[in-house]
């Protein structure tokens, strides 16, 4: 009989316990959502409109000017190819000026390169309008 007792008692706790846990549960639930401010990200230009220097870092020859047409294939305006400043580069990587991360990510993406980060050490003259830079490294 005492088992009995304890049995009802432990469905009696077990049922008010769950009835407390499902009021705070339904009250969340339809709870007002809060508004998230949106955050502007400007389109990305157009393929057409992106001039692409491609440097050859690996010392292939014609590697940068196989590139070049390729990028041109995909659509990037004019892409023009040279050697880089040195052709022992162990990877691949995609530069670009500042506010055009959007168009290297991509770029990178189509290329299947890994590496993307701001120009650093090329003069704006030796960009000659391009705004996106890809060097050709071993892989």
């Not at 659509?75 to 880089?84: K, P, Q």
């Not at 991360?101 to 299947?112: D, I, K, M, T």
């Amino acid at each position: 009989m005492v088992g009995v007792v304890a049995a009802i008692e432990l469905v009696a706790l077990i049922g008010i316990g769950a009835t407390r846990l499902a009021g705070p549960l339904r009250a969340h639930a339809a709870a007002p959502t809060t508004h998230v401010k949106a955050v502007s990200v400007p389109p990305l230009r157009l393929r057409a409109k992106l001039s692409v220097l491609v440097l050859n870092g690996n010392g292939v020859n014609g590697a940068a000017g196989a590139e070049a047409t390729s990028l041109q294939t995909l659509g990037y305006g004019s892409s023009r190819s040279e050697d880089a400043p040195r052709h022992d580069y162990a990877r691949s990587m995609v530069l670009y000026v500042p506010g055009y991360v959007q168009e290297a990510r991509r770029l990178a993406h189509e290329v299947q390169v890994g590496i993307v980060a701001p120009i650093d050490g090329i003069r704006t003259a030796q960009l000659k309008g391009s705004r996106l830079v890809v060097v050709l490294g071993g892989s």
